[in-house]
């Protein structure tokens, strides 16, 4: 089946501009979590969907940072005012559960929006 | 607060060498493990997985990993690499705890394998 799909595959935008990245989970699965990948480093988890709700935002870097999620479907990242420092690679993942445990879930991720701000 | 440690930042072998990369985080509660590989080019996808029961576990195109909890670590390994072997891994943590599967992720380590 389809997996995780993610739009734009890349964005370049100017220092000061919103930009909206998009996500694609897999059909049925309920879980939706965003990530960031800087240059040379590890992901780093921004934030985590149950359904359309948010239980864990704590990896937000700041208030410029939101996310929303429309039913257990497309989920999008929104960067206001985007700063040098924004620059990564956002990934998107979907699982069929989220909570930890022995719920023997796996998380399915897709290719990443490169974003580049100048 | 959680953190993932892979040593090796760049590792270079030969075919068909052994390979060995480390992995250890900080947490004192259960954790669920995983080791992710992204190959040139693709997804990340994941490699292999523990839960529970028999702390080594296989998973795909021949790798393996042993949790070694009073070691906090979980090393990935392989007997005998290969040219297509050649890509970045991630090593991530889920605390059990957890209320969300959040996976804390090793910082990453780039794998050549020469022919």
């Known amino acids: 089946g389809a997996g995780v799909s993610q739009s734009p595959s890349n964005k370049v935008t100017e220092k000061g501009k919103d930009v909206e990245l998009r996500c694609d989970p897999i059909s049925g699965h309920t879980a939706l979590y965003w990530y960031r990948q800087r240059l040379g480093q590890g992901l780093e988890f921004l934030i985590y969907?149950?359904?359309?709700?948010?239980?864990?935002k704590s990896g937000l870097p700041s208030d410029r940072f939101s996310a929303e999620r429309t039913g257990e479907s497309v989920s999008t990242l929104t960067i206001q005012r985007t700063q040098q420092e924004d620059s990564a690679v956002y990934l998107c993942?979907?699982?069929?559960?989220?909570?930890?445990?022995?719920?023997?879930?796996?998380?399915?991720f897709g290719p990443g929006t490169r974003l580049t701000v100048t | 607060a959680q953190s993932v440690s892979q040593h090796n930042h760049h590792v270079i072998l030969s075919e068909a060498a052994s390979l060995e990369l480390g992995c250890n985080y900080s947490?004192?509660?259960?954790?669920?493990l995983f080791w992710y590989v992204q190959y040139p080019g693709q997804h990340l996808q994941l490699l292999l997985k523990?839960?529970?029961?028999?702390?080594l576990v296989k998973g795909i195109k021949g790798f393996e990993a042993e949790f070694i909890k009073s070691k906090f670590s979980f090393n990935l390994r392989k007997p005998s690499v290969q040219w297509s072997d050649t890509a970045e891994y991630f090593c991530a943590v889920n605390a059990y705890s957890s209320n969300t599967g959040k996976l804390i992720f090793g910082q990453g380590t780039t794998l050549q394998v020469k022919p």
């Open positions: 947490y004192g509660g259960t954790v669920n």
């Open positions: 523990y839960f529970s029961g028999d702390p």
């Open positions: 969907f149950q359904g359309n709700s948010a239980p864990d």
């Open positions: 993942a979907s699982s069929l559960v989220g909570t930890g445990g022995l719920s023997g879930y796996e998380q399915y």
